[in-house]
């Protein structure tokens, strides 16, 4: 069978993404077995072209699952490993619905994200270019001047027009140091020792954080599944280690693994996890004691995304009115560099 080509995590449904995962479980709901559901939606759907549509319709009839249909379609690898679990565990239903509303929940949280952004760095576009307008026109000009006059720049004014001189160099090595820290990321990303990626990653100021807690949401949530449909820790354990989607879950299900063989409880092995967050093996003790460890995980998977959503949010908000209050007073001193000046020179006449 042929595949189509695709982008990774760039799905073939583009923003119905989540559209088509709800009404899969809305059919599934109402007694429609998986393969009509697929059947009809995906003539639904016009974004398809023809020949990725004969694709998954193809797959369908062959019995393929879902989850692999999904990963076929381009959805994301955090989507394909949720569905691929919940075929196991059972949830499919409420699994859907849940992957739905992460989606969503991205695609909201990035697009208040671009539209704070957007117009600062059109603000940033257009101060730069008056500054290079400046730094060739304007600066020359009054140099001449103040040459012809036999007089020079004192106080506040040579310091703006020093500082108006050096703005480009500053902004030029900003630029440099943001593209050597988005090669350097490049490159943790690919690193090929997972444990050592993870080490790094864990221990960047800011994405560290979101790290460790999108790591502590995908594993709490899909163990707390497992838990809560009747399987023993060790079956999850190995089946975490045995998937080959998501090598972080690998990785923290093989350092468990190995915690639990020592004599650890589960609760003792998450709190030697750097890429977990430390409170979640305060929530599995709590869950330890009362016989609830997979109702905690659920729990602490939703606060988890909750959190991480807060935080971005929070950060969005306050990224517009700092770059405001930097170009504002830059163009104040812009202002004074054109017009402080002629003042100076007009009192040496």
């Not at 703005?167 to 820290?181: C, D, K, T, W």
């Not at 560290?208 to 820790?233: A, D, H, I, K, W």
């Amino acid at each position: 069978m042929n595949m189509p080509s695709m982008w990774r995590n760039s799905n073939r449904l583009g923003k119905y993404d989540a559209h088509f995962l709800v009404k899969i479980a809305d059919l599934l709901e109402v007694g429609f077995t998986l393969q009509q559901s697929l059947v009809f939606l995906l003539e639904q759907y016009d974004v398809l072209t023809e020949k990725d549509r004969l694709v998954y319709l193809s797959m369908v009839q062959e019995g393929a699952s879902l989850s692999s249909i999904l990963k076929v379609m381009g959805f994301r690898n955090a989507i394909v490993i949720q569905v691929s679990f919940a075929e196991i565990h059972g949830e499919v239903l409420t699994n859907l619905r849940e992957s739905a509303s992460y989606l969503d929940n991205v695609r909201q949280t990035t697009s208040k994200l671009i539209k704070s952004l957007q117009y600062p760095i059109l603000l940033v576009a257009i101060f730069i270019t008056i500054l290079i307008t400046l730094n060739f026109t304007v600066i020359p000009q009054f140099k001449s001047l103040y040459t012809v006059m036999g007089t020079e720049s004192k106080g506040i004014v040579s310091v703006l027009i020093a500082m108006l001189e050096w703005l480009p160099y500053v902004l030029g090595a900003s630029l440099m140091l943001v593209v050597i820290s988005a090669v350097g990321m490049f490159c943790i990303f690919n690193m090929k020792h997972i444990e050592q990626k993870c080490s790094v990653l864990s221990r960047i100021p800011i994405f560290g954080f979101f790290f460790r807690g999108y790591q502590t949401y995908r594993f709490s949530r899909e163990f707390g599944y497992f838990l809560n449909n009747g399987l023993e820790v060790k079956e999850i354990l190995d089946l975490f280690i045995h998937q080959e989607i998501n090598p972080y879950l690998r990785l923290v299900s093989q350092k468990i693994e190995a915690s639990l063989m020592n004599g650890d409880s589960l609760s003792g092995a998450l709190a030697q996890m750097d890429m977990i967050d430390e409170k979640l093996s305060v929530f599995v003790s709590h869950g330890e004691q009362n016989s609830s460890v997979g109702k905690e995980l659920i729990m602490f998977s939703e606060y988890t995304l909750e959190r991480l959503i807060m935080r971005l949010e929070n950060m969005t908000r306050r990224i517009q009115p700092v770059i405001f209050l930097i170009l504002g007073i830059l163009i104040v001193c812009l202002y004074l560099i054109i017009v402080l000046p002629i003042f100076q020179m007009m009192s040496e006449i």
